[in-house]
């Protein structure tokens, strides 16, 4: 088996096992905890628990105007790579076709050369974001390894996607088959740092709305 | 180990209360330190350990440690007592709970609700501010953090009443409503008491004070001592229901209020059977039936809102309800509402006295604001507020007045227009 070979079948089936198994683990043994109901009365105003819920997903998409100035510029660049992520994953025709054969549904792909653009913007952005954890004094203090793990294991696939497709180096194949590679690591490591903010940022939103908004409040 | 740190049972005791909404908060922090720029510690001292997500850090370790779903790769540092020493200080003194950091947080973390947590379990541990711990343990035995007992309270009253020729309801057999007390108030802003009592008396309110169950402050729960916590609850429930009252209405306290209103029925695990109301929101009911008419006041004041109250308390509108109207010259600071800057005391950081050079630090944010507003006086509905207030203020030599609410409306009261009782 060649390395293409490998990382197409047997790494890639593993990792995303993997992933989905760790997925599902993490959120269910955080489920499945005892939940506390709030036997606090709830002010006669507040609306249900779900409209609670999306109020405080909302909530949170921006930070509230007066704090809004000193966060912009982390705010801004975290949009901006979150975004790239998502038009690179599911605009590219390659990645397409790829989850076509996994899920079935397709759906009208992005000029490969607007793909290439917003990957070198996403790449830039994220090593804005590394810039800013190694030099500013609060990240510097509270990064830990997990955080600059996380960091390499989601600039990987985007730098080696970006290489493989502009046929630097390497033959195509080994490009693509060290892209994939790069691909399995970061579902491998996905469920077990702190990339699962990915689903866990829909449970925290949720929470936090349903509590202040049972008072009335809005935080 | 040798020490009388005990490590084990701090991780135990925070890991005993680890209801998935503590869990989720914990696994779910990406690090990106937004939440600094929100905190008034943080902001006044620009020291990068006054972060509130580094603060929960050793409670996050000893999570990972034990319960996380990956605990057993050991990949976790271990915490160690001279860990729970440095942190001791971060937990008690440099935060009062008040919420802010959640409005910033991407993730919309719930910073407060672990700080509270890992105080009950530092406080397991052995450790805790010696005299946030006192100020507990005086409320279990004297029934106030302040030494006022049941006997001081019928004293401090009858002195009050005759002081001032304000009639004070304490131990009627039935009433409606049980007022409660902050002992800040009794024994430092009395005339917050006579306040009360005259706007209650004046609106016809069948209301008493008891002397089973008075204070309405809860240092057990700021100190993590939750077997007071509780205690302090159970008294309160106990006159309510033994006079009858349907409702309870805590003083100008926020976290008397935050407490009382939000989690004391999680405490005792069965909701309350009574209503609780702030003073504040209680004014505002009786001047929604029209039966508060006040003179109109002159003076530019400004409104602190105390963190418990508006942004973790979801009373924010009634105290400006209050406002309108009455204060003829009303400016609001930037930011405020739910959004207000802390006064530097709440949380039980008033109560620490290592923590004074850090509370005047924090108090310089809310003189500019005031400040920026060109109001003559401050007015806020928390006691505890006030009191931090005042002892920054004389340590800055501040010129700005510092005023209640509660005694504010009191003053401008229309007594001739008696409604019928
Ligand atoms: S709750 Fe308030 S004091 Fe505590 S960490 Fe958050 S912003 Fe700071
Ligand atoms: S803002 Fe929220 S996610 Fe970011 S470091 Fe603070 S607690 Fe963690």
């Known amino acids: 088996m060649n390395l293409l070979a490998f990382a197409r079948g047997p790494a890639l089936t593993v990792a995303l096992a993997v992933f989905v198994f760790g997925v599902a683990w993490r959120l269910l043994s955080l489920l499945l905890l005892p939940w506390a109901r709030d036997l606090a009365v709830a002010r006669a105003t507040a609306p249900p628990a779900l409209v609670g819920a999306v109020k405080g997903f909302v909530r949170h998409l921006w930070p509230p105007r007066p704090l809004a100035r000193g966060a912009l510029i982390v705010t801004v660049n975290g949009y901006v790579f979150h975004l790239g992520l998502a038009v690179i994953v599911f605009g590219l025709a390659q990645h397409i076709l790829f989850l076509r054969g996994l899920f079935g549904v397709h759906w009208p792909n992005l000029p490969s050369g607007v793909i290439s653009a917003v990957a070198v913007v996403t790449l830039a952005s994220l090593f804005v974001a590394l810039g800013r954890r190694l030099t500013n004094p609060v990240l510097k203090l509270i990064s830990t390894s997990n955080d600059y793990f996380s960091w390499f294991v989601t600039m990987l696939p985007v730098a080696t996607g970006l290489i493989a497709v502009s046929h630097l180096w390497a033959p195509y194949e080994t490009l693509l088959a060290v892209h994939m590679l790069s691909v399995s690591l970061l579902l491998v490591w996905l469920p077990f740092g702190k990339l699962m903010h990915a689903f866990l940022v829909f449970l925290t939103r949720a929470e936090t709305g349903i509590v202040y908004s049972r008072r009335g409040a809005e935080i | ?421």
């Open chain 2, 1 to 421: 180990m040798t020490s009388t740190i005990d490590v084990h049972a701090a991780a135990q005791t925070f890991l005993a209360h680890t209801e998935a909404h503590l869990v989720s908060y914990l696994e779910a922090c990406v690090h990106c330190g937004l939440c600094a720029e929100a905190c008034h510690f943080y902001q006044a001292s620009g020291n990068p350990e006054h972060t509130p997500a580094y603060k929960l850090f050793p409670i996050a370790q000893a999570y990972r440690r034990q319960k996380f779903p990956l605990a057993w790769l050991g990949l976790a540092p271990r915490i160690d007592a001279d860990d729970l020493k440095h942190w001791e200080t971060l937990l008690f003194d440099t935060c009062t709970l008040c919420g802010r950091c959640t409005t910033a947080c991407p993730m919309g973390i719930d910073i407060a609700s672990i700080v509270t947590g890992a105080r009950r379990a530092f406080v397991a541990a052995g450790l805790g501010p010696a005299d946030l711990l006192a100020a507990a343990d005086s409320s279990r035995e004297h029934g106030s953090p302040l030494g006022l007992t049941a006997q001081k309270l019928r004293e401090r009253i009858e002195w009050l009443a005759d002081e001032h020729g304000v009639p004070i309801a304490l131990d009627k057999a039935k009433a409606d409503v049980l007022l409660t007390v902050s002992s800040v108030e009794m024994m430092k802003y009395p005339e917050s008491v006579v306040a009360m009592a005259k706007l209650l008396n004046h609106a016809g309110v069948d209301w008493t004070f008891s002397s089973k169950g008075y204070e309405a402050t809860n240092f057990g729960y700021l100190s993590g001592k939750s077997d007071i916590a509780k205690l302090m609850v159970e008294r309160i429930v106990d006159a309510a229901q033994s006079v009858g009252a349907r409702t309870v209405v805590v003083p100008e306290c926020g976290h008397a209020f935050g407490v009382l209103r939000w989690t004391a029925a999680n405490m005792l695990g069965r909701p309350l059977p009574f209503a609780v109301l702030h003073i504040s929101e209680f004014l505002a009911q009786l001047k929604r039936a029209g039966k508060l008419e006040l003179t109109p006041l002159k003076e530019s004041i400004t409104y602190h809102d105390p963190c418990q109250i508006s942004r973790r308390g979801g009373a924010a509108r009634d105290a400006r309800y209050l406002l309108e109207d009455f204060a003829e010259d009303f400016r609001e600071m930037t930011p405020t509402g739910n959004l207000n800057w802390c006064c530097g005391g709440g949380g039980g950081v008033q109560a620490i006295a290592r923590a004074a050079d850090l509370r005047y630090k924090v108090f310089k944010i809310k003189m500019d604001q005031v400040e920026q507003t060109g109001a003559q006086t401050m007015v806020s509905s928390c006691s505890n507020c006030r009191l931090t207030m005042d002892e920054s203020k004389a340590h800055w030599k501040w010129e700005g007045g510092l005023a209640s609410l509660v005694e504010l409306v009191a003053d401008h009261l229309v007594e001739e227009t008696k409604p019928a009782v």
